[in-house]
Every structure is written in structure tokens, then in C-alpha cells.
């Protein structure tokens, strides 16, 4: 496949309160065709995490915005994250700030994505408090512009 006929993924989420991760997020998910970050509030440290991120990754395509979702809902949160992608984007990945994306991440995507799919399952790991990764199941954040 050339670069011409691939698709162009987007990862888009929304941060509020805890910027612990974020780093952590930003540097899992750099290679993205399109990163939308929406900052839901309270978290000052937001702006800090992103100049970080944009000195050491200046490629990245990375859009800030800051959104008020009252009352709140991460639902609503995610979806207005959603509707900021461009539209030139075939594929989404819908990714809490808390999360992130293993190395490879995208190659792996690229190779099992099938344009007649609207979504894809995956599987899913969270991160002990030992720092080890514990298998939670599969889940379909993955999904079709």
C-alpha cells in the first residue's frame, strides 16, 4: 500500500483534572496522522505536558483545545474531541489521556485495518501498581472517520 492509498489515522481524547499520563500519551501516539487533544479543565499542568511534547516530537501534528462540558460527561467530552478531527482522517482512535498505545501501535493497525470495517477490536492491557501489564479484555476504540 503507498502512501497515497492508506489511511490516515487520527487519535483524539480528553484530558480533565489528572495530567499524570499525559506525557506517556503524547509520546505513545506522536505518530498519528492527527492528534486532537480537547483539555476539559482543571488540570494547569496541560499546557506544560504539550510544550513538552511538542520540543522533543516537532513533527507531531498536534491540536489543543480547550472545551467546558457541563455537566459533565465524558461521552459528550469524547464526542466533541470527535467532531474536531479533520475530515480528511479515515480512521480513528478514541484514547483516554491515561492511556496509551504500545510501539508499533500503528504498522499493526495499517496491516489489519479492511476498508469495508467500521471498527476494529483490540486488545486492551492495564498497568498494575507493579508496573507489570495485566491482559482486560478486548474493546473497539478503533473506528471509521
Request: with cysteine; proline share 6%.
Amino acid at each position: 500500500m503507498n502512501e497515497q492509498e492508506r489511511p490516515r489515522i487520527a487519535v483524539y481524547g480528553v484530558v480533565r483534572n489528572d495530567v499524570r499520563g499525559l506525557g506517556k500519551w503524547l509520546e505513545s501516539v506522536r505518530e498519528a496522522d492527527e492528534i486532537v487533544l480537547c483539555d476539559a479543565g482543571g488540570a494547569e499542568e496541560t499546557g506544560a505536558a504539550v510544550d513538552e511534547a511538542r520540543r522533543r516530537f516537532p513533527d507531531m501534528k498536534l491540536s489543543v483545545y480547550r472545551i467546558c462540558v457541563s455537566p459533565w460527561r465524558v461521552d459528550d467530552a469524547r464526542n466533541t474531541a470527535l467532531a474536531l478531527v479533520g475530515p480528511d482522517i479515515d480512521l480513528c482512535v478514541s484514547l483516554n489521556a491515561d492511556e496509551f498505545l504500545m510501539p508499533g501501535w500503528k504498522q499493526v493497525l495499517l496491516r489489519r485495518w479492511k476498508p469495508e470495517a467500521n471498527r476494529y477490536m483490540h486488545p486492551v492491557c492495564v498497568m498494575r501498581p507493579d508496573g507489570k501489564a495485566a491482559a482486560a479484555g478486548w474493546d473497539g476504540r478503533i473506528h471509521a472517520r
